[in-house]
Structures are given as structure tokens and as C-alpha cells.
């Protein structure tokens, strides 16, 4: 049909992004490991490339996850929801992206209601919206605000960096699947947390004032469903 064909053309594009967004990491891993191997590196330039070699690794694991997780959604997977604690989630994505955090120098700001109540959600997908926030935030800005608290009848999870080269043009795109506003990003990540936080009617809210992005996630607690 007309629109099949509309939707392929449209496509094409982006499945040729995609994997040059695939190929660029493999390349780069397979030639630090090439020169790992030769036994030519010091010692210091050794510990360098395996480190490169890791941020190469998490990124394609970003990738197919944000893959997976978007096949599940448009297959109509059925989320599981019950009361999760946030607190624990973002304290042990934290824990996870240290070593992350230390090689990019970045001292972030985290301030966590540790009484904040449970919120009604689906673990899975809840990790995956703040592990994807997190990582948009370390891959694409500089310095990182976490924070949450009560608000009303839901709780609220800020994230906020400096987002050099966006543009408020690019704002209303932020969420769009491919869109991506610089290179070497799929586009994928932030549509992934976007379709995760409405089949969770969790609200999603975003701004940039004088080049710092503002993510904003109101989620609807537990004791009130």
C-alpha cells in the first residue's frame, strides 16, 4: 500500500543510522583489542584501551537493550506493575555507573528521599526509564543534578545536566523515535522511556533554561492505586 511504502522510505534512513551506530563501536573495540594483543602498548596505554574498550561494550549493550525493549512495547507486552522504591533503584544504578562517572570526572549532585513511598510501577521498565535517563545524561551533557521528593499524590524524579549543542528547536523532538540532536546516538533511548512512562501513566516533562536540560518524572505512588 501507498502508506507501507511511505513508512519504509522513512525508514530506510534510520536502519542505515542505526547501523552505522552498531558498526562504529564493534570497529573501534576490535581494533583496541588488535592492539591489546600486539603486546606494543605500556602499561598506562593498556589500562586506556581496555577502558575504551568497556565504554564501547556498555554502548552497543545500550543499543540492544533499547532494541529489545522496543519490540517488547510494540508487541503489546504486558507490564507487571507493583510497589517499587526508587530509592533503591537509582542508589544501585548509581553504584553501577561509578567507575562510568570517575572516568568522565563528573561529580554529581544527588540528593534522595530516602522516605519517599513506593510507587506503582513495573521493575523492570522502571530501572530501564532511569538507566536510560542516566546515560542520555552521561553520554550528552556535562555535570548531573538527580534528586526526588513527594509531590502530592505522586513522586517526583529530576534529572538535569548541561546539555551543550541543544537547541529549544530540538526540544518538542526529544522523545520522537531516531531523533537524535547530535551524532552517534540512535534516537532510541529517550522513545524508550517515553513509551515505558506512558503505559505506566507515569507524566513526563521536560525544558531547557540557559543550556541545562530538565527531565521531570511524576509517578503515581503506590498507596493510591
Known amino acids: 500500500t501507498v502508506e507501507y511504502q511511505r513508512q ?8 542505515a543510522c ?24 605500556s602499561p598506562e596505554e593498556n ?3 581496555l577502558d575504551t574498550v568497556c565504554q564501547r561494550t556498555r554502548l552497543l549493550r545500550q543499543l540492544a537493550d533499547d532494541f529489545y ?16 522504591q526508587l530509592h533503591d533503584l537509582l542508589a544501585e544504578l548509581l553504584a553501577d555507573s561509578y567507575q562510568q562517572i570517575s572516568q568522565q570526572q563528573i561529580e554529581p549532585v544527588v540528593s534522595l528521599a530516602e522516605d519517599l513511598p513506593a510507587v506503582q510501577a513495573d521493575r523492570g521498565a522502571a530501572r530501564r526509564i532511569l538507566q536510560n535517563l ?3 545524561a552521561l553520554r550528552y551533557g556535562t555535570g548531573l543534578e538527580i534528586s526526588t521528593r513527594r509531590c502530592g499524590r505522586r513522586a517526583e524524579v529530576r534529572f538535569v545536566n548541561e546539555a551543550p549543542g541543544l537547541t529549544s528547536e530540538m526540544m518538542p523532538h526529544l522523545f520522537d523515535r531516531f531523533y537524535t540532536g547530535t551524532p552517534g546516538g540512535s534516537g532510541l533511548g529517550l522513545t524508550v522511556v517515553a513509551q515505558f512512562c506512558q503505559r505506566m501513566q507515569v507524566e513526563v516533562r521536560s525544558r531547557l533554561t540557559d543550556g541545562r536540560l530538565e527531565i521531570l518524572l511524576l509517578w503515581p505512588l503506590a498507596s493510591e492505586n
Open 18 to 41: 542505526l547501523s552505522h551506530d552498531f558498526r562504529t563501536p564493534l570497529t573501534a573495540i576490535a581494533g583496541y583489542l588488535q592492539l591489546i594483543r600486539s603486546g606494543q602498548l
Open 8 to 15: 519504509q522510505a522513512q525508514l530506510r534512513p534510520h536502519v
Open 69 to 84: 525493549d522496543l519490540s517488547r512495547l510494540e508487541a503489546g507486552y504486558t507490564l507487571q506493575l507493583e510497589p517499587v
Open 47 to 49: 589500562t586506556q584501551a
Open 134 to 136: 542516566l546515560q542520555n
